[in-house]
T-cell receptor, first 113, second 112 residues
Framework: DTAVSQTPKYLVTQMGNDKSIKCEQN?????MYWYKQDSKKFLKIMFS???????INETVPNRFSPKSPDKAHLNLHINSLELGDSAVYFC????????????FGQGTRLTVV | DAKTTQPPSMDCAEGRAANLPCNHS???????VYWYRQIHSQGPQYIIH???NNETNEMASLIITEDRKSSTLILPHATLRDTAVYYC?????????????FGGGTRLMVKP
């Protein structure tokens, strides 16, 4: 049983399209995150979200938006895709607070052509 | 921005202990030290975390200096499967959204 699962694992799409990446966790966590890992392998936080608060990294373009239908899901919507959006996107989840580990999904490799 | 400094790469012989250092000289009293690793093409994997005391689990040991300005992750008997990028992260209540902020990490190569 996968704790944090993302779909799809690979996504190839054309510039200008709108796409979504889904994330589900079955750990009962109340906080979920999205990270982006670019070609230089740096992992950058994009969003942190629980049922009370959305924290957005100020460097994230507003074409990116997280949507949470319920506590177990945090989907990532991307509008008007650009070549620079090509990266691996990781979803993660944890309980709130700082004395608790976060669990990561296996990533979605997005390629914009 | 990451608050830690790690060597970019290290080698270790298989079966020997791997000692990965991390400097976090600006750590605050309420911030934890976390270690994660990322094996090629996989999601980051939690290893261990601590506040002040040394910690040990089935994967590794974490040694934190008394002044808390540095720490060492110890993999007691490294195997080839431990080849990965290891990230040392400082995390505290002042991090918006309790986020984990990753730096460049240390690329550990375990050699036969």
């Amino acid at each position: 049983d996968t704790a944090v699962s993302q779909t799809p694992k690979y996504l190839v799409t054309q510039m200008g399209n709108d796409k979504s990446i889904k994330c589900e966790q079955n750990l009962g966590h109340d906080t979920m995150y999205w990270y982006k890992q670019d070609s230089k392998k740096f992992l950058k936080i994009m969003f942190s979200y629980n049922n009370k608060e959305l924290i957005i990294n100020e460097t994230v373009p507003n074409r990116f938006s997280p949507k949470s239908p319920d506590k177990a899901h945090l989907n990532l919507h991307i509008n008007s895709l650009e070549l620079g959006d090509s990266a691996v996107y990781f979803c993660a989840s944890s309980f709130g607070g700082v004395n608790t580990e976060a669990f990561f999904g296996q990533g979605t490799r997005l390629t914009v052509v | 921005d990451a608050k830690t400094t790690q060597p970019p790469s290290m080698d270790c012989a298989e079966g020997r202990a791997a000692n990965l250092p991390c400097n976090h000289s600006t750590i605050s009293g309420n911030e934890y030290v976390y270690w994660y690793r990322q094996i090629h093409s996989q999601g980051p994997q939690y290893i261990i975390h601590g506040l002040k005391n040394n910690e040990t689990n089935e994967m590794a040991s974490l040694i934190i200096t008394e002044d808390r300005k540095s720490s060492t992750l110890i993999l007691p008997h490294a195997t080839l499967r431990d080849t990965a990028v290891y990230y040392c992260i400082v995390r505290g209540p002042n991090n918006a959204g309790n986020m984990l902020t990753f730096g460049g990490g240390t690329r550990l190569m375990v050699k036969p």
